[in-house]
């Protein structure tokens, strides 16, 4: 069954510590992985789209990476404005439904 | 707003009753996708649909849901005669074309609780 696990489900930083989620898959057919924004009571926003191992992408304190198996989060000198709950999903050669995980609530305190 | 549009936001229902959750995807975009998130779960996928067809509803349950995206108008999540473990939260998603390297931009979801 294909499967997409993040850890840990939780993380609670002070302002300027950082850190780095992570997201694990297996996934046969995969494409690709997208990561997500969600603030409470919000839809997920969209924030990277990565393809092929090796593959970086930045957004102001943000940045993922890829490798065959897992997929990393780093989140650099976070500020509170951070906290959400982030999520990654992957997707498949021919489009369609994304499977999500479970998400990594993430907390940050002045 | 040019984003994804659901509504309602909230929405109660009584055991037994039908509860109807409507999508409006962003503007050009033409491929709909139904999400639920049931508590402290993750998003499971429901179904994908293009105009006036469904392409892929293999994360529908069998009974009493149904879905649409007619011609005209917003994309309809049907619920009849609902029950408790139908409370969950809701979220739809669009995109501009089903090919896999476009992102699914989400609304905020509709917040179905039974009594």
């Known amino acids: 069954e294909d499967q997409v696990t993040q850890s840990p489900e939780a993380l609670r930083l002070q302002e300027g510590e950082s850190s780095s989620l992570n997201c694990s898959y297996t996934v046969s057919g995969l494409r690709g992985l997208f990561w997500y924004r969600q603030d409470p009571g919000k839809g997920p926003e969209f924030l990277f789209t990565?393809?092929?191992a090796g593959e970086e992408k930045e957004k102001e304190r943000l940045k993922a990476t890829l490798t065959k198996k897992e997929s990393f989060l780093h989140i650099t000198a976070p500020k509170p404005e951070d906290s959400a709950t982030y999520l990654c999903a992957a997707f498949y050669n021919q489009g369609g439904k994304l499977i999500f995980g479970q998400g990594t609530e993430l907390s940050v305190k002045p | 707003n040019a984003g994804v549009m659901q509504n309602p936001r909230h929405l109660v229902r009584r055991r037994g009753q039908e509860a109807r959750l409507r999508c409006s995807p962003m503007?050009?975009?033409?491929?709909v996708y139904w999400y639920r998130q049931l508590p402290e779960e993750g998003l499971k996928f429901m179904v994908y649909l293009q105009k006036e067809n469904i392409i892929d509803e293999s994360g529908m349950p069998k009974e009493r849901f149904s879905a649409e995206f007619p011609k005209e108008g917003p994309s309809i999540l049907r619920i009849q005669q609902v029950v408790r473990g139908d409370s969950a939260a809701y979220f739809c998603?669009?995109?501009?074309?089903?090919?896999?390297?476009?992102?699914?931009?989400f609304g905020d979801g509709t917040r179905l609780s039974i009594l």
């Open positions: 998603a669009s995109s501009p074309d089903g090919l896999s390297n476009q992102p699914q931009h």
């Open positions: 990565l393809y092929s």
């Open positions: 503007k050009g975009h033409s491929h």
